[in-house]
């Protein structure tokens, strides 16, 4: 009664083949996706958590002014210095990790106005949340095939954004001689 429920599939050579060419095949698949993690590895892991490399547990007034100011000279640097709006650079992976960059920059300074002392003004605190807030703008933005409109305006933002730095360094550098003064002074006194 149980005579042909069960086969025995034979197989020859040829499946033997087409099941090492499978092997080889998906072993080739594994060791490019291995590759390319090695690649990203090796351009370093972005920490997506800002206040990682920014907070301190009660910043002195001196040490806050100069870690907004170390942040702004950081996007001036990488703006002017490493992308400079040259034509090589405005192309993948460059302008990606340049965007990258810019988000991480932007949410620094979150984390930096987040801390910000009651002497800082009002005015400098606006400013550090505009600029933050157009490093967002610059780091999600989208290019387009539209004959290069979408590139001139990343620029032109970016060069916007960098004039506005320049007024902001000098106000914060004012805020910050009037604490070492004032300092100065509570110690004579």
């Known amino acids: 009664m149980f005579y042909g429920l069960m086969r025995v599939n034979e197989k020859g050579l040829n499946e033997l083949v087409k099941t090492v060419e499978a092997i080889a095949e998906n072993t080739g698949k594994i060791n490019g996706n291995l590759k390319d993690v090695s690649e990203s590895l090796t351009s370093g892991i972005w920490i997506k958590n800002p206040t990682l490399t920014t907070s301190k547990v009660n910043p002195r007034l001196e040490t806050w002014h100069d870690s907004v100011l170390a942040k702004l000279q950081e996007f001036v640097l990488l703006w002017t210095s490493a992308y400079g709006k040259s034509e090589e650079k ?18 620094q300074l ?14 400098v605190k606006e400013a550090i949340g505009r600029i933050a807030a157009n490093l967002q703008d610059l780091g999600y933005k989208k ?12 620029d032109a933002l970016g060069d916007s954004t960098v004039q ?20 100065v002074e509570e110690r004579y006194d």
């Open 90 to 107: 405005q192309v993948d992976p460059f302008l990606t990790d340049l965007q990258n960059n810019l988000i991480l920059i932007g949410r």
């Open 110 to 123: 979150l984390a930096i106005l987040s801390e910000s002392p009651e002497t800082a003004s009002n005015e």
């Open 143 to 154: 290019f387009y095939r539209d004959g290069g409109a979408s590139l001139n305006a990343f």
């Open 164 to 183: 506005d730095i320049d007024a902001l360094v000098k106000r914060v550098f004012q805020e910050k001689q009037q604490i070492v003064e004032n300092t």
